[in-house]
């Protein structure tokens, strides 16, 4: 079992910087990769970013790509969202989500195992 908490999110205006962090518990957390998605009011949640279980290899939505960079420390249990030159379409609720090993689908909510309860971040124009 593994459980992750969000933090890090608030409000900032656009072009701005935030950093999530995201803790898990347990003692595998090497072994997870890991996702961040969001979900903005009234649409459906989306696949922000992953990062492999070492952390050598990442990937990113094309909406972020270049603005987002995942990471992560496997000695602190902790995965980061740094987001920079923030726009107000980036507004929604970030999750942290762990996956058991590898999946080619890392996209997809589904093939993740555990989630967090979210942190809200909030850009305004």
């Known amino acids: 079992q593994v459980q992750l908490t969000e933090s890090g999110g608030g409000l900032v205006q656009a072009g701005g910087s935030l950093r999530l962090s995201c803790a898990a518990s347990g003692r595998t957390f090497g072994s997870y990769t890991m996702g961040w998605f969001r979900q903005a009011p009234g649409k459906e949640r989306e696949f922000v970013a992953a990062?492999?279980?070492?952390?050598?290899?990442?990937y990113y939505a094309d909406s972020v790509k270049g603005r987002f960079t995942i990471s992560r420390d496997n000695a602190k249990n902790t995965v980061y969202l740094q987001m920079n030159s923030l726009k107000p379409e980036d507004t929604a609720v970030y999750y942290c989500?762990?996956?058991?090993?590898?999946?080619?689908?890392?996209?997809?909510?589904?093939?993740?195992?555990?989630w967090g309860q979210g942190t809200q971040v909030t850009v305004s124009s």
């Open positions: 990062i492999n279980w070492g952390g050598s290899t990442t």
């Open positions: 989500a762990a996956l058991r090993g590898y999946s080619g689908s890392y996209r997809k909510m589904s093939e993740y195992d555990y």
